[in-house]
């Protein structure tokens, strides 16, 4: 396992300088922050990752407004009460990506998020409390009890409201495939525990967030591209 020094270390020469690099990362919000968020909040990131999934992220926001109104600007207490029939209807709107199998997550979703809120006082609260030296266990988490949320699609929607999570992209799991860290599935329980572990390790060399260190690993590696974070996975 290479020292986070020598990771940092190759991360600034290939953007220019120390400077450079620190404007191209991004801090975690606070636990405090984070619990501030509504439940509505979630379950509209959560939906926005689905659809992303599998579409140019580019027409999934130039539909987003009209999400927003179809589904009542992704109100849990609206979405829990909607019938079953009013579903379909709304799956068949102009508005948004007419995806029935994607539209199904939105209810099922806004009901993990109602279960576990009544439960913690409020998803946000549940989510803040998380500890990130045990990420892969909120992954999986949202996996079993939500919809559509495993793979990337969990991480990313935390990483886009400010939870402290790395992200398995393209560059960070070829970073972790080229030290030997891990092989076989991305997605299997090794794999995963293996980059939880590194990342661990990591943090306790550098003090920084997890998300920092996601960072620093990808811009350490692959293309050698400027900006757009989110978008690029890293």
Not at 6 to 25: C, F, Q, T
Not at 46 to 58: A, D, N
Not at 137 to 145: I, S
Not at 167 to 183: N, Q, T
């Amino acid at each position: 396992m290479e020292k986070f020094s020598d990771i940092y270390k190759r991360a600034v020469e290939r953007k220019g300088s120390e400077k450079m690099l620190k404007l191209l990362l991004a801090k975690p919000l606070s636990k405090k922050a984070l619990s501030t968020l509504s439940d509505d909040d979630w379950l509209e990131e959560f939906t926005r990752k689905v659809f992303q999934s599998g579409f140019y992220w580019s027409v999934i926001n130039s539909k987003w407004p009209g999400f927003r109104e179809v589904f009542w600007e992704f109100s849990v207490d609206k979405l829990l009460m909607m019938p079953p029939d009013m579903l379909e209807q709304k799956a068949s709107d102009e508005r948004i990506i007419r995806n029935y199998k994607k539209v199904k997550t939105i209810p099922e979703n806004a009901y993990m998020i109602h279960e576990i809120a009544q439960e913690y006082g409020s998803f946000s609260k549940f989510i803040a409390q998380w500890p990130t030296d045990n990420i892969i266990g909120l992954w999986a988490h949202l996996k079993k009890h939500g919809a559509r949320l495993g793979g990337n699609t969990g991480p990313y929607a935390l990483r886009a409201l400010g939870k402290d999570t790395f992200l398995l992209s393209r560059d960070v799991e070829s970073y972790l495939r080229a030290h030997k860290i891990i092989d076989g599935g991305l997605q299997t329980k090794k794999s995963l525990t293996a980059a939880q572990a590194f990342f661990n390790e990591m943090q306790k060399q550098s003090g920084l967030s997890m998300q920092e260190l996601s960072l620093i690993v990808a811009y350490g590696v692959g293309d050698n591209r400027v900006g757009i974070r989110q978008q690029s996975g890293n």
